[in-house]
C-alpha cells in the first residue's frame, strides 16, 4: 500500500486509515457492488466510483466494516464533479478499523491504478502461475494413480491449508469409501475434523447458503468457532458442493486461486461418480439375484458382506418414488455420506438394502420427497431372508399407500404381528381360506374378494353390495356360503378375527390387499 500510495502520477490521497498502510495489496478489484465482500478472499484494494456509494451514512458504515472484515487491503473512491465530501464519522470510523481509505482524482481511471498495482505483483503473478501449474499436476499425478497420497492431501500440502468438501446442507462429501459422519464430524478427502469443529462448519454453512438464497456468490465466509473464519466455493458438481478451506494463511491464496481448486475438486468428485455408478450397476445386479434366490448361500453372504453391508443391521425398503430419475439422486446422496447401498428398480418400485438407521432413512426420505410410499421390513438378519424380507416390503409398502407419512413398518400393524414369519402365514391361510381358495379356483368365483370387502365395510350388507355392485341379497348369499366352506360364523368375534387375520396374511403372501 505505501509503495502504491508513493506512485506520483497516481495521485493518490490516502484520506484515513494510516495504520493499515503496510498491507499488502495482491489485486486492485473495481465494484460498485453493496456486498463485494462475497467476491473478496482478502488483500483486494476495491476501488469505487464515489457516485455510487450507498445513500445513508449507517449504510456507508456498514460498507466499510464489512470490507475491513473481509481483509480487503483498502478502499478507494474515485472522485467526479457529483461526489460529496465525505463525512467525518466515515473517515473515523477507517482511523478506528485501520482500513486505508484513499481518494484518486477524476483524471486517474481505475484501470491505471489496476495496472500498477499488477505491474508491482508480476512477481507474484510468476508465483501464482507456478502454484496453478503444480495443481493441474497434482489431478493429472492421481488420475495417473503416480501417488499413494489423494488428491485433496496434494493440494492441502500446496495450499498450506486444510480442505473439506460438504453439500449445501453441510455434511461432509465422502469419497471412496474414507467415512465420514455429517452430524459429527469425521473424515473426508484427507482431512480429520472433530465433532465440535464439524457441527459448527456445518451449521454454518446451511446458514450461509440460506442467507445467499440458495444462489452460492463466488466466496461464502462461514464461521469455523473459536473467532476463525472459512472460506467457501462452490465446486462445479452435478451435485451442490462446496470447497471449504480451513486455516488459511492471509494472502497466500486468493479467489482466482480457489475456482482452480474447485475445478480439480470437480475433476475428482466426476471420477469418483464414475466408480460409483459402475458398483450401482452391479449392486442391482447382486440384489435381483438375492431377491430371486439364484445364488448359493456361500457366494451370496460373501458379495454381501463386500458391499459393506451388514445383513443383521439392515431392512429392505420397497419405494414407489416420484419418477424414474430420483434413484440416481438417492444413489448419490447415499454415496456422498459414506453410506453402503443396494438398489434396484422394478416396474415403479424401487428395492432398498440400507443400514437401519436414521440417517439412511432421513436421505431416502429427503431425495424421494414427501409424497413417495415407503414399506420397509423387519431386520434382514441374514441374505437369505431378502426374499421373505421382499414381500415383508411390498406388504407395509401397500399400507404406506393411506398411511400417515406414507411410511410403514412390516409387523406395526397388530394383525400381522401376530404371525412369526412367512411361513406360519402360509399355515393360517390354509386352515382359514384353503377351502374357499379351491372353491373359487373351481368355479371362477371370488367368495375370498367379497369376504375382504364385507369385512372392510363392517359387515354391512348394503355397503358391500354397492362396494361390489350386487344386490344385498346376493352378498348375504355369498357370506352363508363362505360359512358352509370355512366352518366359521360370521357373527362370532373368534371366527372373525381368525378370518381377517388369514386375509391379511394371504395379501402379505400375495403382495397386494384384498377388497
Known amino acids: 500500500m505505501a509503495d502504491l500510495l508513493a506512485v506520483p502520477r497516481l495521485r493518490l490521497t490516502l484520506l484515513a486509515g494510516a495504520a493499515g498502510r503496510d498491507r499488502r495489496i495482491t489485486w486492485a478489484h473495481p465494484s460498485d457492488l453493496d456486498h463485494p465482500w462475497d467476491w473478496l478472499t482478502g488483500g483486494e484494494l476495491v476501488m469505487r466510483n464515489g457516485e455510487t456509494l450507498p445513500p445513508g451514512l449507517p449504510e456507508r458504515l456498514g460498507y466499510l466494516r464489512r470490507l475491513a472484515e473481509t481483509g480487503a487491503a483498502g478502499l478507494i473512491i474515485g472522485a467526479d464533479p457529483r461526489t460529496e465530501q465525505l463525512p467525518a464519522e466515515l473517515l473515523d470510523a477507517a482511523d478506528e478499523l485501520g482500513f486505508p481509505l484513499l481518494w484518486v482524482p477524476y483524471g486517474i481511471g481505475f484501470a491505471t491504478v489496476a495496472r500498477a498495482v499488477a505491474d508491482a505483483n508480476s512477481r507474484a503473478d510468476a508465483a501464482r502461475l507456478a502454484r496453478t501449474e503444480r495443481i493441474y499436476q497434482a489431478v493429472r499425478d492421481s488420475l495417473g494413480g503416480r501417488t499413494r497420497r489423494g488428491l485433496m492431501a496434494l493440494l492441502e500440502r500446496e495450499l498450506r491449508c486444510r480442505l473439506l468438501l460438504v453439500d449445501a446442507t453441510g455434511a461432509p462429501v465422502v469419497l471412496d469409501g474414507v467415512a465420514a459422519d455429517s452430524a459429527a464430524g469425521g473424515t473426508a478427502m484427507g482431512t480429520t475434523i472433530g465433532t465440535e469443529m464439524g457441527t459448527v462448519i456445518g451449521a454454518a454453512v446451511r446458514a450461509a447458503v440460506a442467507e445467499a438464497g440458495g444462489a452460492i456468490p463466488g466466496v461464502l465466509r462461514i464461521g469455523a468457532g473459536g473467532g476463525s473464519v472459512a472460506l467457501a466455493v462452490e465446486v462445479p458438481a452435478e451435485e451442490p458442493t462446496l470447497l471449504v478451506v480451513l486455516d488459511m494463511q492471509p494472502g497466500w491464496v486468493d479467489a482466482a486461486l480457489l475456482q482452480h481448486v474447485a475445478t480439480a475438486a470437480a475433476v475428482e468428485i466426476a471420477g469418483w461418480s464414475m466408480r460409483r455408478g459402475y458398483e450401482r450397476r452391479m449392486g442391482a445386479e447382486l440384489l435381483s439375484q438375492l431377491l430371486d434366490d439364484q445364488l448359493d448361500a456361500g457366494p451370496a453372504e460373501l458379495r454381501f458382506t463386500a458391499t459393506g453391508l451388514a445383513a443383521a443391521d439392515c431392512v429392505l425398503l420397497a419405494v414407489r418414488g416420484p419418477g424414474p430419475d430420483w434413484e440416481r439422486e438417492l444413489h448419490l446422496g447415499l454415496s456422498r455420506r459414506g453410506l453402503p447401498y443396494l438398489l434396484l428398480s422394478r416396474g415403479d418400485v424401487l428395492y432398498a438394502v440400507l443400514p437401519d438407521r436414521p440417517a439412511a432413512l432421513e436421505v431416502l426420505r429427503h431425495r424421494a420427497g414427501p409424497e413417495a410410499a415407503i414399506g420397509i421390513s423387519v431386520p434382514l438378519g441374514g441374505v437369505r431372508r431378502l426374499p421373505a424380507a421382499r414381500r415383508e416390503a411390498d406388504w407395509a409398502l401397500t399400507v404406506a399407500e393411506t398411511a400417515p407419512g406414507r411410511l410403514a413398518r412390516y409387523g406395526d400393524q397388530v394383525s400381522l404381528a401376530l404371525l412369526r414369519d412367512l411361513d406360519e402365514a402360509r399355515v393360517v391361510v390354509d386352515r382359514a381360506l384353503g377351502a374357499l381358495l379351491e372353491y373359487d ?63 391379511q396374511a394371504r395379501s402379505l403372501l400375495t403382495g397386494r390387499p384384498d377388497r
Not at 368355479?443 to 362396494?467: E, I, K
Open 441 to 503: 379356483r373351481a368355479h371362477g368365483s371370488d367368495l375370498v374378494g367379497s369376504l375382504a370387502t364385507f369385512l372392510s365395510c363392517q359387515r354391512s350388507w348394503q355397503r358391500t353390495g354397492r362396494a361390489l355392485g350386487v344386490h344385498k341379497q346376493t352378498v348375504l348369499y355369498r357370506m352363508r356360503r363362505v360359512e358352509q366352506l370355512t366352518g366359521r360364523v360370521l357373527a362370532e368375534t373368534a371366527d372373525l378375527a381368525e378370518l381377517w387375520v388369514a386375509l
